[in-house]
């Protein structure tokens, strides 16, 4: 029990530091042996934690994006508004953490196949989470519509994401509640001709 109590403190410690550093300096600047000295501990200990400094980092993102989950228990009772109220808090509360995020994402996201794959894995599981949200408010809804709507609605959060976090006056809030109901009562589009 003593061993299994040292392995979560020194895990502990590994994240504050990767917290604090990658805040701080940015995901890029930070590497491994700075964490590890922050956190007082040596190589061997944090591979025995995680296999790579990216691993902590998406581990802290993980842990700040737990933070806001408006349905941490995954019992499927969030609702849209929720969902996005917790993207919003996410990007907006904690902005060096979604920075990050977003740097990992997009930039890591396109040339690191397992970044890449993580990111892909996160956004997946995110669109389930709306499109879920999605079919409990409108039970007409197709699985293929909904899904398609949580595509939309999720891609417009990202976009205000990256203006807010680029424009630290953008509200972003007042812009993703527009856009949800904008989302919700589409304007019905002309016939093709």
């Given amino acids: 029990m003593a061993r299994y109590r040292v392995g979560l403190q020194t895990r502990e410690r590994i994240l504050h530091a990767t917290r604090r550093l990658v805040s701080e300096l940015g995901v890029e600047a930070v590497t491994l042996k700075a964490i590890t000295d922050e956190a007082g501990v040596g190589a061997g200990s944090f591979y025995n934690l995680f296999e790579s400094k990216e691993a902590a980092v998406f581990e802290v993102v993980r842990e700040a994006i737990e933070a806001v989950d408006p349905d941490p228990a995954r019992a499927g009772t969030d609702s849209l508004d929720e969902l996005v109220d917790a993207f919003v808090a996410f ?78 006056d953008f509200d972003m809030r007042a812009h993703a509640r527009r856009l949800l109901v904008r989302v919700r009562s589409p304007q019905p589009q002309p016939a093709e001709r």
Avoid: K
């Fill in 91 to 168: 990007l907006t509360d904690d902005r060096p953490i979604a920075r990050i995020y977003l740097q990992l994402a997009v930039g890591r996201g396109l040339t690191d196949a397992d970044v890449g794959a993580r990111t892909m894995r996160s956004h997946r599981w995110r669109v389930e989470r709306f499109a879920d949200a999605w079919r409990r408010e409108d039970r007409t809804l197709t699985s293929a519509e909904s899904q398609a709507l949580a595509e939309t609605l999720l891609a417009g959060l990202t976009g205000l994401g990256i203006t807010a976090l680029l424009d630290p």
